[in-house]
């Protein structure tokens, strides 16, 4: 089936760094989904993302859908405390279907 | 305005035992989404329903596995008999159908940790 591969699985800044994580699969996607996971809760949707090559930001996160529709980038710039949590990409597994496939997950830890 | 609530928000049970997940989504929503997060597997969707029917539950790992959607306020995952592998984060998640064709944003909410002794 298809799969969403996500790099790094953790990762460990500092306060004020900036965050890259990708999200890559072998099958083309035509929705791209961000989700943020804190300790304890539910994912929460951050950014969709529904053509290829679109940039989307929603305050210091900014995600782009990949050319090839394979894979998405997230970025976090100037990151916080609160930023911690575990990142998940996502998708549809046909085009505007609901059942999603979701990655494995960037684990991110600030140090302050 | 209220998320998707879930109860209990934790269980400790025995195996062998019964256990019942419950599920409110977010009033308005026409579709539910039961899904299992393991460190082992991440997150998997186990069943979905549409107006209250189930629509696709193929993630439903065995039939020890039952989901139930009486009506559009409420959900139940049930689990008999329970195994110390069914210990896991189940989440529900709503969503309002996109006429669209495009896909919904799923709200989800904050889950209850099963552990199975």
């Known amino acids: 089936g298809q799969q969403l591969n996500q790099s790094p699985q953790s990762m460990f800044i500092q306060e004020g760094e900036d965050v890259s994580m990708n999200c890559t699969s072998s099958?083309?996607?035509?929705?791209w989904l961000w989700y943020k996971q804190d300790p304890g809760e539910g994912p929460v949707l951050l950014i969709a993302l529904y053509k290829a090559g679109e940039l989307t930001s929603n305050g210091r996160l900014t995600a782009q859908f990949g050319i090839t529709r394979k894979d998405s980038f997230l970025n976090i710039s100037a990151s916080i405390p609160s930023d911690v949590g575990i990142y998940f990409c996502a998708g549809p597994i046909i085009q505007g279907a609901q059942k999603l496939v979701f990655g494995q997950g960037t684990r991110l830890t600030i140090n302050p | 305005d209220a998320g998707v609530i879930q109860s209990p928000r934790h269980e400790v049970t025995e195996m062998g035992q019964e256990v019942t997940l419950r599920c409110k989504p977010i009033?308005?929503?026409?579709?539910l989404f039961w899904y299992r997060q393991t460190m082992m597997r991440g997150l998997e969707l186990l069943i979905y329903?549409?107006?209250?029917?189930?629509?696709?539950d193929s993630g439903m790992p065995e039939d020890r596995f039952s989901a139930k959607m009486p009506n559009a306020s409420f959900s139940t995952l049930k689990i008999q008999p329970s195994e110390p592998r069914d210990s896991a984060v189940y989440f529900c998640a709503s969503s309002l159908i996109d006429r669209g064709g495009g896909t919904d944003t799923q709200y989800f909410g904050p889950g209850t940790r099963l552990t199975v002794l």
């Open positions: 329903f549409n107006n209250n029917v189930p629509i696709d």
């Open positions: 099958s083309i996607f035509n929705t």
């Open positions: 009033s308005g929503h026409n579709s």
